[in-house]
Nanobody, 122 residues
Framework: VQLVESGGGLVQAGVSLRLSCAAS????????MGWYRQAPGKQRELVAA???????NYADSVKGRFTISRDNAKNTVYLQMNSLRPEDTAVYYC?????????????????WGQGTQVTVSS
């Protein structure tokens, strides 16, 4: 299973970006999906998450500005980021809890993308 992110870049404060993360490989179904970020010198933190049923939760710092969504048919999760601020600068990582079928039956495993850089200049 692979998670491939796209959509990062260097932007000015106030503009929007949309991140995408597509899962591929041996996938039976995907449970929760989420976006995390890690700024230099800081711990990785949860930005937003979405359940298989569409329930969402957000970090307080991004509520009202970011929107997470998913397309189950495409095994893809998105993060729409509006009104970007310099403090949003970080490497953004996609995460997914993926259910697969192995020789011993079904299992659920956590997967991470490689990360995409988002830099917001003031």
């Amino acid at each position: 299973v692979q998670l491939v992110e796209s959509g990062g870049g260097l932007v000015q404060a106030g503009v929007s970006l949309r991140l995408s993360c597509a899962a591929s490989g041996s996938i039976s179904s995907i449970n929760a999906m989420g976006w995390y970020r890690q700024a230099p010198g800081k711990q990785r933190e949860l930005v937003a998450a979405i359940s298989s049923g569409g329930s969402t939760n957000y970090a307080d710092s991004v509520k009202g500005r970011f929107t997470i969504s998913r397309d189950n048919a495409k095994n893809t999760v998105y993060l729409q980021m509006n009104s970007l601020r310099p403090e949003d600068t970080a490497v953004y990582y996609c995460n997914a809890a993926i259910r697969g079928l192995g020789s011993s039956g079904f299992y659920v495993r956590d997967y991470w993308g490689q990360g995409t850089q988002v830099t917001v200049s003031s």
